[in-house]
């Protein structure tokens, strides 16, 4: 969480916000800082979010001219004109025609609607809106009725320009009149525009008059206000689809939208090519929109729109490569889509995360292991650009939000078929690729997976073609068809147009505070530029507490953050975190069969083993008159469950097998010595029994045993497995057995001395296996907390630097910082690999980091290092206490 501003001063930041995002140039210093959008930027916009190709002059003609007042080539959007374009919305719902628009009876003709009680005001529009609003514009209008903000709009600007806020005869001096009291002389002398203005101010309900003048009252401010929005459907804002689809509707529901809007609304043309601008002041139609189902499928430029300035088209782009931009119709399938990619890569294309390639280098040297590891890491490189962009082009088709094409879903099936499910059919070996079984669970565990993504995502393929049965409106404006066809992008683009909903009412009464900060429904009696001046000031330096961390992941899964906030998560942020699910627990399994493995070396004190024989049934085995210092007896006797050996391997262990093999006794039952199945121990100890041993301990290590009978073996003693060293007995009864006892008896002094001297040293130095367990338990522990926390912060982080740009606790606009924030725009795809590996690698080192601290605290050696270190830190706080 940051402090932020509040009010309208956290508006105005959000703003600014918008601007500096839209505007692609600043080589404009003037622009820059003024927050303008020109028509360069607006043609970028269109193309870079929607494909959409428009030329500057189009721009220009068309919006620019729509709401910036202009179309010469300087003219641009500033912020009051970009908030004048956000209220269009409201202006619409707000201004309802039946009640604000329609024709007066007679006997409520001279009436206004300040002439009626405000509490009847709130109550009458909140009854005929009601069908309308959403909850926050409800909520709104518990706190300030909309028609109070336009009544006290007119009541100020009337007084600001003729000293009275009584209605007045909307006349052209009166116009005149106001432009210069608000400083815009520049339009004092558009006789034109002036005209225009008067026009939209009529009730075109009304009996035409030319000799009566209007009446400048609430109703004919409404009129002029909202004159040429009306083509605005407000129902499109519960309408669970894309603003492609609002803004480029059929022909058909375009028309009957206008002609229910209003009859002052221009009337569509049947030829879009013989289209003429025949509304002066009325709601004027720029865009004649002809889009249609086919125009949308093909590869080619699609014409969406026709205008008198020139037609409007889409260009065909790859969206499935394209993960800034985000154009997904499923963020369902496209998951799917990235976690096949992975298991495609880990099953066919890799070999321990490096390529089934040629070596460039036979030699064990350092500059070899250099030019293999480049050669292996390039050409993976080359195998995920080549294969990846195959994969994601063909698998990920069909997920494209505007476009409506069988061809593109009949070629995501066909993908699905190439790399989900052929591989398991066809066994291929390259160098650089191979479909050959391994082998146990290996197989079965992706053969599996294969089959469940699949399945999946021809699924999501199917939900694709049923769409294209319907309309995009109709799928929209069904409950039932929008959760199941209309698509995860549409549907947020609907939670977002709440956002800008609540928004905006936000915004609105935040300045409606500025200006009536008491919310008294008296008459403005002075202009209030000065108080909301005065006000702004006041609060820009209040702050409040934004964002945190229970809040972000509350508004996530409540939906709050796009309903209210307007915060789009985008789809690689969603893979990014299933990655960082999936390598957490790959990371965590991996660390824990290592630890295992560490651990079980030492030998389990839970198990129990005790193995026994007669020192009668042994020799002492010899070469050339020489004892090797080993013994080898039969019927030693196994009991218990910790006495399992490991079977040996006769090509690395050779000279042990070959020793074995040599000298271990024959069966005594078939006087027969077999050597198929050799085990060898590592850490057990054999102990001889009866009345040779005058009941006093004497162990041997075993070293190699052949099985005959359940738990009987004939085997090899006193040989060290690893090493080969002979003559490890022990024990105080040793010297009785006379077998041993000739066998320890030919031990060199000087072996024996050495033997002891490391023997002692090396206990000294290993570690206990309680120490091993601990270090194991609480770095493992501590990796899942990391795990967690990277996982649980990623969400919080993103959506508090989101809001401290918005806010402008990030600076944004004037910024010369933001200006690199906003280049390599494409650099943003890297995440999803930035989160999976920075999160296998935090694990890693965590683990390592952690293990090795405590290890250093618990370990022998160690120890008495750390006591000392302890001791002396304690003795200095202790002093620094007294002393202060």
């Known amino acids: 969480s940051f402090e932020g501003p509040v009010g309208a001063a956290a508006d105005a930041k959000e703003l600014e916000y918008i601007a500096a995002l839209i505007q692609t140039s600043h080589a404009d210093k003037e622009g820059f800082v003024d927050a303008s959008i020109d028509a360069r930027d607006i043609k970028y916009y269109l193309m870079s979010r929607f494909g959409i190709e428009m030329s500057r002059e189009q721009v220009r003609k068309i919006i620019l001219a729509g709401l910036g007042g202009g179309e010469d080539e300087d003219d641009c959007l500033d912020l009051c004109e970009v908030v004048a374009a956000l209220l269009i919305p409201s202006l619409r719902k707000i201004v309802d025609e039946n009640f604000l628009l329609s024709s007066d009876s007679a006997e409520n003709a001279t009436k206004t609607i300040k002439d009626v009680p405000l509490q009847e005001q709130a109550a009458l529009v909140k009854a005929q809106l009601a069908d309308d609003q959403s909850e926050d514009e409800r909520v709104f209008l518990e706190r300030v009725s909309p028609e109070e903000i336009i009544r006290f709009v007119l009541e100020n600007i009337l007084k600001h320009a003729t000293g009275s806020s009584e209605p007045q005869p909307l006349t052209k001096e009166l116009i005149r009149t106001i432009f210069a009291a608000f400083d815009e002389t520049a339009l004092v002398t558009n006789e034109e525009l002036v005209s225009e203005m008067i026009a939209a101010a009529k009730d075109s309900n009304a009996v035409e008059d030319t000799e009566n003048t209007v009446l400048l009252d609430v109703k004919a401010f409404a009129r002029a206000l909202t004159a040429d929005v009306m083509l605005y459907d407000p129902s499109v804002e519960k309408r669970a689809t894309t603003n492609f689809v609002d803004a480029f509707g059929t022909l058909d529901e375009s028309s009957q939208r206008a002609e229910s809007s209003s009859s002052r609304n221009t009337e569509l043309p049947d030829d879009p090519d013989n289209f003429q601008d025949n509304s002066q002041g009325q709601g004027l139609r720029k865009l004649n929109n002809v889009i249609k189902d086919e125009i949308t499928n093909g590869l080619d430029d699609s014409v969406i729109a026709v205008t008198e300035h020139g037609p409007v088209s889409k260009k065909f782009t790859l969206s499935t490569i394209d993960f800034a931009v985000d154009n997904f119709r499923s963020k369902t399938q496209l998951l799917l889509v990235w976690f096949g990619f992975l298991c495609f890569f880990a099953r066919y294309l890799s070999s321990g995360f490096r390529p089934r390639g040629a070596t460039v280098c036979s030699g064990s040297g350092f500059g070899c292991k250099i030019a293999q590891s480049v050669f292996n890491w390039v050409v993976l490189m080359l195998l995920l650009s080549l294969i990846g962009i195959v994969y994601f082009i063909s698998v990920g088709s069909g997920n494209d939000v505007y476009r409506r094409s069988y061809l593109d879903i009949v ?44 399945v999946l995502t021809l699924v999501c393929q199917c939900l694709n073609a049923a769409r294209l049965s319907f309309s995009d409106e109709f799928i929209g404006s069904n409950k039932f068809l929008s959760r199941i066809l209309a698509g995860s992008n549409a549907r947020d683009e609907m939670k977002f147009k709440s956002a800008a909903v609540f928004k905006v009412n936000r915004m609105l009464e935040n300045a409606y505070s500025l200006h009536h900060p008491t919310h008294s429904r008296g008459e403005v009696h002075e202009g209030t530029n000065e108080l909301a001046l005065l006000n702004f000031t006041k609060i820009s330096d209040k702050t409040e507490v934004v964002g945190g961390f229970k809040w972000a992941w509350k508004s996530f899964l409540n939906g709050d953050l796009k309903r209210k906030e307007g915060i789009w998560l985008q789809t690689r942020l969603i893979a990014g975190l299933m990655a960082q699910v999936l390598f957490s627990i790959i990371a965590i399994i991996f660390l824990s069969t290592i630890w295992h493995s560490v651990i079980g070396r030492y030998k389990d004190d839970t198990t129990y083993c005790s193995i026994s024989f007669n020192p009668e049934s042994c020799y002492a085995p010899e070469i050339d008159g020489t004892s090797l210092g080993i013994a080898a007896c039969t019927d030693i006797m196994f009991e218990g469950d910790g006495c399992d050996g490991s079977k040996i391997d006769i090509v690395s262990n050779v000279e042990l097998f070959n020793l074995t093999c040599q000298f271990i006794p024959p069966n005594p039952a078939t006087n027969e010595t077999v050597c198929d199945s050799v085990f060898f121990y590592e850490d057990h100890y054999a102990t001889f029994e009866g009345e040779l041993t005058n009941n006093e301990i004497c162990q041997a290590q075993l070293t190699t045993c052949v099985f005959y009978e359940n738990n009987t073996a004939a085997c090899l003693l006193g040989l060290k497995p690893q090493g080969l060293i002979p003559w490890r007995f022990e024990g105080p009864g040793c010297e009785s057995i006379p077998l041993v006892e000739e066998i320890i008896d030919t031990r060199p002094a000087l072996f024996a001395d050495a033997e002891a001297f490391v023997d002692e040293s090396i206990d000294d130095y290993i570690p206990k296996r309680w120490m091993v367990v601990l270090c194991a338990v609480v770095s493992l522990i501590t990796g899942c907390f990391v795990a ?73 050696v160690t120890r008495p290092i750390v006591v000392s270190v302890v001791a002396i830190v304690i003795g200095i706080t202790v002093t620094l206490v007294f002393k202060s």
């Open 788 to 860: 967690i926390s990277l996982f649980a912060n990623y969400i919080p982080s993103t959506v508090c630097t989101i809001m401290k740009f918005r806010s402008g606790a990030i600076p944004s606009l004037r910024d010369p910082n933001f200006i690199q924030y906003r280049k390599t725009l494409e650099s943003v795809t890297y995440i999803i690999g930035l989160m999976a590996w920075g999160t296998w690698s935090s694990i890693f080192f965590t683990v390592i980091v952690v293990a090795g601290g405590v290890f250093f605290l618990v370990y022998q």
């Open 411 to 454: 070629v995501g099936v066909a993908g699905v078929v190439v790399f989900m499910i052929l591989p398991h059919q066809i066994q291929l070996e390259t160098p650089i690729f191979s479909t050959q079984n391994v082998g146990g669970w290996f197989d079965t565990l992706f053969v599996v997976l294969f089959i469940i993504l699949a």
